[in-house]
C-alpha cells in the first residue's frame, strides 16, 4: 500500500473512515480488529494511528466498538503467527524498532497475556531470533556509528515508522521516541542538517516547496545551498 502523506492520520475522522472499511472487507460488523489482525492484512498504518489518537480502547469507545481482544481464549495464542503480529504491533507503538521487549516491559504496560504467550511459545530468545529482533539488553559494538551509512539505514527505518513524518526527525524527535543511540550517532556525522542534506529529506524547520518523501531523491546535491568559499 502506497505510504500516506505527511499530516494524513493527523485527522481522526480520516482514521474513522479507513478503520471502518477495513472492518468491511475483513474483520466483523461491530468489533474492533486486534493490532495483529492490523499487521498481519499489511495495515500496520492504521494500528501506529490509532496510537496516536488515545488507542485501542479510545477508537473504540468512538466508534461505539467491542474490543476484539477482551476475550481471547487459550487458543487465540497457540498460533506463532498471531504472537509474532501482537509482538510488531506492541513494538511499533511501544517499543524500540528492532528490539525484542522485555518481559518486564510487556507486564508494565498492561500485556502480561503476551509476555505469557511468549514464554510458551519457547521465551524470549526464541521468538526475538524468529523475527530477526535483537535483545534489549545487548549492547550495540563500540564502533556501530562509524559507519554513515548503517546511520542511513536505522534513520530510513524510524522515518518508515507508522505515524513518522516524512522528513529528517529532529534531535528532540529523537529522544521522545528513546532513540538516545540515534541521537548520537546523528551528532557524530555533523547534525540533523548534515544527514538531512546527505538523505536528500527536509527538516522541521524547513518551510518551503513540497515535502519529499525519504529515499525519493528529491532535495539531494542540486538542492543544497552554495555556500561561499
Known sequence: MPAKPPGYWDDLAVLEQELLAFIAEHGTVGVMPTHAMLWSAGRGDLSG??????????????????????CKSPRYWKDPAVIDGELRAFIATHGEPGVMPKKQALEAAGRGDLANAISRAGGQHATAQRLGLRPADTRRAPNHWADVAELERELQAFVAEPGRPQRMPSLRELIAARRFDLHYAVQRHGGVRAMAE???WPTASDRTGPTPEPGSGVGGASGQTTRAG
Open 198 to 200: 546527505r538523505l536528500g
Open 49 to 70: 494511528a490509532m496510537h496516536r489518537h488515545g488507542g485501542v480502547m479510545a477508537v473504540a469507545e468512538r466508534l461505539g466498538l467491542a474490543r476484539g481482544d477482551r
